[in-house]
Nanobody, 121 residues
Framework: QVQLVESGGGLVQPGGSLRLSCAASGSIYTINAMGWYRQAPGKERELVAT???????NYADSVKGRFTISRGNAKNTAYLQMNSLMPEDTAVYYCNADLVQFGYSQYRDYWGRGTQVTVSS
């Protein structure tokens, strides 16, 4: 059993900041990449940012220069620092991990349940 739990969402004014956290737990052998995705009402889920075990990062063009993804020392946590937030950043933000469970040999994607981020004055 694997769980990804997000936290840190909320309501913030335009121009403000939020920091999202994601913790992966359970029967995890190894984690490769972790990432953040978001889904706004009526839209498809989209990539926000990803980070590999070695620290390589990838960002959506819409968040470059404003958002920063990082991983904790234990490598089973991921963070998303969001600055200069805009109303169009409003969405449910989901954590994703590409990992191998104990007893298995293949990587598989796991998802958290999401945390709501609302940017509004």
């Amino acid at each position: 059993q694997v769980q990804l739990v997000e936290s840190g969402g909320g309501l913030v004014q335009p121009g403000g900041s939020l920091r999202l956290s994601c913790a992966a737990s359970g029967s995890i052998y190894t984690i490769n990449a972790m990432g953040w995705y978001r889904q706004a009402p009526g839209k498809e889920r989209e990539l926000v940012a990803t980070i590999t075990t070695s620290g390589g990062t990838n960002y959506a063009d819409s968040v470059k220069g404003r958002f920063t993804i990082s991983r904790g020392n234990a490598k089973n946590t991921a963070y998303l620092q969001m600055n200069s937030l805009m109303p169009e950043d409003t969405a449910v933000y989901y954590c994703n991990a590409d990992l191998v469970q104990f007893g298995y040999s293949q990587y598989r994607d796991y998802w958290g349940r999401g945390t709501q981020v609302t940017v509004s004055s």
